[in-house]
């Protein structure tokens, strides 16, 4: 059974450009998870999809970050325009449902604002 | 207040010795689930162990096991017998229960590293 996909695994932009991530959940995952991991600390979830609907985005700086699941399968997160305390580590994690399921994690998109 | 816990930003073992991770946690909730995840160098977050709250025993899963004391909330981590490619970073997490929105959502703790040498 192939993992979760991540892509692109690294990227560097300077402060106010724009970057998209892009994350392929296990095929047959309802829920979709997007969490933010700066270095030294735990990841904190950004936002949660059920098939193509957002559960929780309260943690999400909607001024500059943005998601989407249009189909209920692959998912994209954006920011516009980045500042240098963005930079982080994005993961992507899926899982069956919500409720008492592990959720499996892709390897993450290694994001550095200059 | 944190919510999850993990006092010790870094551990070392001898090979082949015992070591335990703490965490502690905080809820109201009667309903939760406990996560230990291993996070090697190259980055991607490896689950290892789970407690439900309601849990009688403690979780076990090869050389993992996990010591639930739920009146003191805590959930440490006992790793049995370390190996070098048990050198990594562990993350304790907690999902709140209740239905709400935030069924799912998982919070980490800070972390521990550890060492493992030969």
């Known amino acids: 059974e192939a993992g979760v996909a991540q892509s692109p695994r690294y990227k560097i932009i300077e402060k106010r450009q724009s970057v998209a991530f892009w994350c392929n959940p296990i095929?047959?995952?309802?829920?979709l998870y997007w969490y933010q991991q700066i270095l030294g600390q735990g990841p904190k979830l950004l936002i949660q999809?059920?098939?193509?609907?957002?559960?929780?985005d309260s943690q999400l700086p909607k001024d500059r970050f943005s998601a989407e699941r249009l189909k209920g399968v692959d998912s994209t997160l954006k920011i516009q325009p980045a500042k240098l305390e963005d930079s982080a580590v994005y993961l992507c994690a899926s899982s069956l449902g919500a409720g008492p399921n592990e959720q499996f994690f892709g390897p993450g998109t290694r994001l550095t604002v200059l | 207040a944190q919510k999850i816990t993990q006092t010790q930003p870094g551990m070392f073992v001898q090979e082949k010795e015992a070591v335990t991770l703490d965490c502690t946690y905080d809820t109201s909730d009667p309903s939760y689930g406990l996560f230990w995840y291993k996070q090697p160098s190259s980055g991607e977050m490896i689950f290892l162990i789970y407690?439900?709250?309601?849990?009688?025993q403690n979780a076990t899963e090869g050389r993992y096991s996990l010591n639930f004391q739920k009146a003191r909330k805590s959930a440490n981590l006992v790793i049995s017998a370390s190996q070098l490619g048990d050198s990594a970073m562990y993350f304790c997490?907690?999902?709140?229960?209740?239905?709400?929105?935030?069924?799912?959502?998982?919070?980490f703790g800070q972390g521990t590293i550890l060492t493992v040498h030969p």
């Open positions: 999809f059920q098939n193509n609907g957002v559960v929780d």
């Open positions: 407690q439900g709250s309601y849990d009688q």
């Open positions: 095929s047959g995952h309802a829920t």
């Open positions: 997490a907690m999902r709140e229960g209740g239905g709400g929105t935030s069924y799912g959502k998982l919070t």
